[in-house]
């Protein structure tokens, strides 16, 4: 198993959680093509306390094959001279989407089994890209996916899937469908039952207080969400719902869901992060290969203190050689020259 690594946003914690993963006992025996400027995995080194030796080659050198073991590819994209550390700016920005492009191209092409990254900031994205609204939007158009996937927050413990993810509170009621919802259904059946979870037990969380307590607090509930249910059910799917979002996730943890779709992002990220903040992973699925990644941030209070913990970032690893063992067999294509550099709409 391969796994493509980007280097995250060069200001915070991404650069000495990538040192240190490389590092970790655990990776001795695991292959990765690791994406980046080398100067910053330098400065990771440093602000992490360990030594590597991995090989550095340019993005071409690529085209005439993969080097066995460890490989670093560096763009050459984020120079360290005026990097300031803990602060948004639209050059680890630009240098983040860089390194995430080229590691979805590599996974796509089915030259890395995982694709990975330690954590972006999207503020810094958006001041580079200010298209740029969050990693769907970006693998769709990096690799022209045939269709979106979703985002899931995992824990030993209990999934998260979300109907919809990164759009303002005031906009996600209107953005909820019956066929949105159980698109979403669909997909968190088929990523969990690929996962190893045959038949998975979802437990999908109401919109409004109370589940909307007979429509005293909306409508959504009623309308929109259980009709979409039912569809599942009646599609043959393990689902429970609408269920009040207060007690939804003590029900899974307490083992009777193996996963929660959410309406909205904090509605489950409030509640993973409680119940897992270190060990928490991101898990963006849908599109032939896993994509992981620590579920916190780049934590820009603590970026160059060494103070990085390794956790999610070590779990991430762990979710997607789990998951790619589990995937089937990838045709693997060439890559065209100038591959890492191309521009992403």
């Avoid at 996963?259 to 032939?288: E, N, P, S």
Wanted: hydrophobic share 45%.
């Amino acid at each position: 198993m391969r796994t493509a690594l980007a280097i995250g946003d060069a200001s915070g914690v991404g650069p000495e959680l990538a040192a240190k993963l490389l590092a970790h006992p655990d990776m001795a025996e695991r292959d990765f093509i690791v994406v980046g400027d080398a100067r910053i995995l330098e400065m990771g080194k440093a602000h992490a306390r360990v030594s590597l030796d991995i090989p550095v080659i340019r993005p071409d050198d690529l085209l005439n094959g993969i080097p066995s073991g460890k490989v670093f590819i560096d763009l050459a994209n984020c120079p360290v001279d005026g990097l300031v550390l803990g602060r948004s700016d639209a050059g680890p920005g630009k240098a983040s989407l860089q390194n995430f492009a080229a590691v979805l191209r590599l996974a796509h092409a089915g030259l890395a089994d995982i694709a990975m990254f330690t954590p972006f900031n999207k503020h810094s994205m958006r001041l580079a890209r200010p298209s740029y609204i969050d990693e769907i939007g970006f693998i769709d158009s990096a690799i022209q996916a045939p269709r979106s996937g979703r985002e899931f927050n995992v824990l030993d413990e209990v999934w998260n899937a979300r109907v919809t993810s990164h759009i303002p509170l005031r906009e996600v009621a209107s953005k909820l469908s019956i066929e949105r919802i159980l698109d979403s259904l669909r997909l968190t059946n088929e990523v969990l039952t690929g996962a190893g979870k045959p038949n998975p037990r979802i437990g999908v969380a109401a919109l409004n207080p109370h589940a909307g307590d007979g429509r005293n607090f909306g409508h959504e509930d009623d309308d929109i969400i259980a009709p979409a249910v039912e569809q599942a059910a009646a599609e043959g799917m393990n689902v429970k719902g609408p269920i009040p979002s207060d007690t939804v996730f003590v029900r899974a943890i307490r083992g009777e869901f193996d996963a929660v779709m959410t309406m909205y992002h904090d509605q489950g990220q409030i509640a993973m992060k409680l119940i897992g903040f270190d060990r928490g992973v991101t898990l963006i699925a849908g599109y032939g290969f896993p994509l992981v990644t620590p579920a916190h941030g780049t934590a820009f209070d603590i970026a160059g203190q060494g103070k990085a913990d390794l956790g999610a970032t070590l779990a991430a690893q762990n979710l997607g050689i789990s998951l790619a063992k589990l995937n089937p067999a990838r045709e693997k294509r060439a890559l065209q020259a100038g591959w890492a550099l191309e521009t992403v709409a």
